[in-house]
């Protein structure tokens, strides 16, 4: 039992370029999220999706796009990539859509944009 | 004020000692709060969850104070282990997906 899991780990990019960040769940969890974090800040959710097929924007959605064609698979879309967009991206999971659940963190993916 | 606000630390603290830290928060009529630990580049994890009653799991105790807004925890016998960075995490008022994050408090523990 993986978790959830997060591809790549650490990728440098160019202003103007695009890439996909990639997240798996085996938790058989029906609600999954897309969070940044910025030094010194806390978690701010991108996107959020409660199952396959049904996303929504969270808190800082502008610059991003997201998918959902599976309960595994959540991936997030950068479409030209600025210096705003340097952070940590997280991937989350969860059984319920209830604050009150647990959510389980992918291992991030640090993100460069120069 | 931010909705959720916590002393970003560093807390350094020798081992065996006592460490409480405390989170404000506005804006959340909510029943439970949450703490998570996050360690130096790692992923946020849940700690404990803080209801009305508090709550406590062997060294960590975490209480919720509705009238003042905050919520705290106490973590007694400190480890080296439990050199982390906490996360306060509040569902605001008027969501019910939605968690907003504080920005976490740093501990050291110093053998």
């Known amino acids: 039992n993986a978790g959830v899991t997060q591809t790549p780990k650490f990728r440098i990019l160019k202003i103007g370029q695009s890439m996909t960040l990639q997240c798996t769940q085996d938790?058989?969890?029906?609600?999954m999220y897309w969070y940044r974090q910025d030094p010194g800040m806390g978690l701010k959710l991108i996107y959020y999706s409660v199952g396959a097929g049904i996303t929504d924007k969270g808190e800082v959605p502008n610059g991003y796009n997201v998918s959902r064609s599976t309960t595994e698979d959540f991936p997030l879309r950068l479409e030209l990539a600025a210096p705003s967009q340097t952070s940590v991206y997280f991937c989350?999971?969860?059984?319920?859509?209830?604050?009150?659940?647990?959510?389980?963190f992918g291992p991030g993916t640090r993100l460069l944009v120069l | 004020r931010k909705e959720v606000e916590q002393d970003p630390g560093p807390f350094n603290v020798p081992e065996g000692a006592t460490v409480a830290f405390n989170c404000t928060y506005s804006n959340s009529a909510s029943q439970s709060f949450f703490w998570y630990r996050q360690d130096c580049r790692k992923e946020p994890k849940l700690l404990m969850s803080v209801y009305s009653s508090g709550n406590e799991d062997g060294r960590f105790t975490a209480q919720l104070n509705r009238a003042s807004q905050y919520i705290s925890l106490l973590i007694r016998d400190s480890k080296l282990s439990d050199s982390a960075t906490y996360l306060c995490?509040?569902?605001?008022?008027?969501?019910?997906?939605?968690?907003?994050w504080g920005a976490g408090t740093k501990l050291i523990i110093k053998p």
């Open positions: 989350a999971s969860s059984y319920g859509l209830q604050p009150q659940e647990t959510q389980y």
């Open positions: 995490v509040v569902p605001p008022r008027g969501s019910n997906y939605q968690l907003i």
């Open positions: 938790m058989n969890h029906n609600y």
